[in-house]
């Protein structure tokens, strides 16, 4: 049994090379597109890969963005995967608080074959904006120190999505879709992941601007993609009584993606436990898990091939103008 991680990474030098010292602890590989970065992601990876082979570099091109886009990736490299292997979607923001071996061995039975994430959901604060907008926390000093170090809240949303799956010859993944068919049998645990897409201003002024171009060529991706003015997602925090509250509506940012602004605000100490998450809305009801349990070891591989197979057709690239102001 072997893990394969599918990278998408796009400006992210402000967190890569702690994200890839952290699944080098456990991946067998990672295979990389870059979507175009203009800071010194790629090169990052150019020189994580001179140094570890399980680093596979694949692409460096302005595609565009969508959810389906790890097909691609996934049928240029599936000749590596073995029947039993573990193939995941990785994203340089997040970290696997229990490693993926460790989490199949302990929490995931034999007949499971699908693993959706739990996650911690850290964010920035009104106050730590200040912080960085004052000079009392000097950003380039700041982004030396460890993710988890700089970023401490974090919410609990009342949010699944599938994060690896077990492969199998027979696997179809056309590039319309974000996951195979048929992917696995769901496991019942999830996977706690602590996810760092908000770090400081700048990485998330670059962020939102890139969504926001994204969009507007109808990118195939959530709906919290559709905001602009990345403050708006910053969580605004009371000094004086520590309650925090959402600044967007329910139809902008965050909140409009379902479950992801769900929780209390909560503070970690890097090193002391995090509450465990518990609940089980990503599994089927009744009597349909009970039929999936049937199919999955039994006739998966026979359904298989009356769906539409992958070919790991290439994305399109974003047009110039678009590239110009990004």
């Known amino acids: 049994m072997r893990f394969h991680g599918l990278m998408v990474v796009r400006d992210e030098d402000d967190i890569l090379p702690q994200c890839l010292a952290h699944l080098l602890g456990w991946v067998d590989a990672v295979y ?27 692409k460096s091109q302005p595609y ?10 996934f049928h240029s490299f599936r000749s590596r995967f073995h029947d039993g292997d573990w193939v995941l979607r990785l994203d340089a923001d997040e970290f696997y608080h229990i490693p993926p071996p460790q989490f199949i061995a302990e ?17 920035l604060t009104s106050e730590e904006v200040g912080d960085y907008e004052r000079g009392t926390v000097p950003l380039n000093m700041d982004r ?12 609990i949303p ?13 696997i179809r993944w056309p590039a319309s879709r974000s996951l195979p068919f048929n992917a ?23 962020r939102y601007r890139l969504r926001a171009a994204m969009m507007e060529l109808q990118a195939d991706a959530g709906p919290h993609w559709r905001l602009k003015d990345w403050s708006k997602d910053v969580l605004q925090v009371d000094g004086r009584t ?4 959402e600044q967007t509506s329910a139809s902008e940012g965050l909140s409009a993606a379902e479950g992801h602004t769900a929780g209390d605000l909560l503070f970690w100490n890097a090193g002391t436990p995090l509450p465990p998450i518990t609940g089980t809305k990503h599994l089927s009801k009744g009597g349909r898990r009970t039929v999936q349990r049937v199919i999955y070891p039994h006739l998966v591989r026979w359904l298989d091939p009356c769906r539409q197979a992958g070919t790991g057709r290439e994305p399109l690239l974003l047009p110039a103008e678009i590239q110009a102001r990004l």
């Open 242 to 245: 520590g309650t925090a509250a």
């Open 184 to 206: 696995g049998f769901a496991a019942r645990e999830r996977i706690p992941i602590r996810h760092y897409p908000h770090r400081d201003p700048e990485q998330m002024q670059k």
């Open 107 to 123: 929490r995931v039975l034999p007949h499971e074959s699908l693993v959706h994430l739990a996650w911690y959901y850290f964010r």
């Open 64 to 73: 565009r963005f969508d959810d389906s886009i790890r097909s691609y990736i």
């Open 144 to 155: 030396q120190r460890p993710i988890e170090q700089r970023r401490r809240w974090y919410k």
């Open 158 to 170: 009342d949010y699944a999505e599938p994060r690896m799956f077990k492969y199998r010859s027979s």
């Open 32 to 58: 990389i597109l870059d979507l175009g970065s203009k800071d010194l992601t790629w090169d990052i990876v150019q020189d994580a890969a001179a140094k570890d082979k399980r680093v596979v570099p694949f």
